[in-house]
């Protein structure tokens, strides 16, 4: 049952890491619908450390928080909970960064559906697509613009 999600990206693997955790904020998609409260939503974070949280913060200052980060190994791998309320257990996203050609493998799994309960699995199909569309957002974030040195 775990969701697998793989992209290429032209960025040096620590660039990589950097943007997709300490960045989050800056492309995560929550207007579109990847929110928590869409209508509410202003920002998204992910706190850089092992027992850092990651959480949504809403336009009234409220906070929600997804998860806890679980591992933090920059520039190779972060690992955080996530736990919407209504779930019985917290499911686990493990996010692998790797060098590969001139660039990076990013490698997501979203695992741990069955502790989750019903209510998760029956969401599973709709993160998976959802993920789909995560990636592909972030992966068009990480694209250099035409006139930017190649070593950023």
């Known amino acids: 049952m775990t969701i697998r999600k793989s992209i290429f990206v032209k960025r040096p693997v620590e660039r990589t890491f950097r943007l997709f ?19 509410r939503a ?8 092992e027992g850092g949280r990651f959480f949504e913060r809403f336009t ?3 906070e929600f928080v ?15 909970t996530w736990a919407p309320p209504q ?20 490698e997501l799994e979203h695992r741990g559906w069955e502790q989750a309960g019903a209510r ?6 709709r993160f998976n697509g959802g993920w789909e569309r995560i990636v592909a957002v972030f992966a068009a974030h990480t694209e250099p613009s035409p006139n ?5």
Not at 66 to 80: D, K, L, M, N, R
Request: negative net charge.
């Open 60 to 62: 009234d200052g409220e």
């Open 87 to 106: 779930w019985d257990a917290a499911t686990e996203v493990e996010v692998r960064f790797s060098p590969e050609q001139d660039g990076t493998r990013v």
């Open 42 to 49: 202003a920002e998204i974070v992910l706190e850089g450390r």
């Open 21 to 39: 955790t300490e960045h989050i904020g800056s492309w995560w998609p929550l207007k579109e619908g990847f929110s928590f409260d869409k209508e």
């Open 120 to 125: 998760a699995r029956d969401m599973r199909d």
């Open 66 to 80: 997804i998860g806890t980060v679980t591992t933090y190994a920059p520039p190779e791998c972060v690992v955080f």
């Open 148 to 152: 930017e040195d190649k070593q950023s």
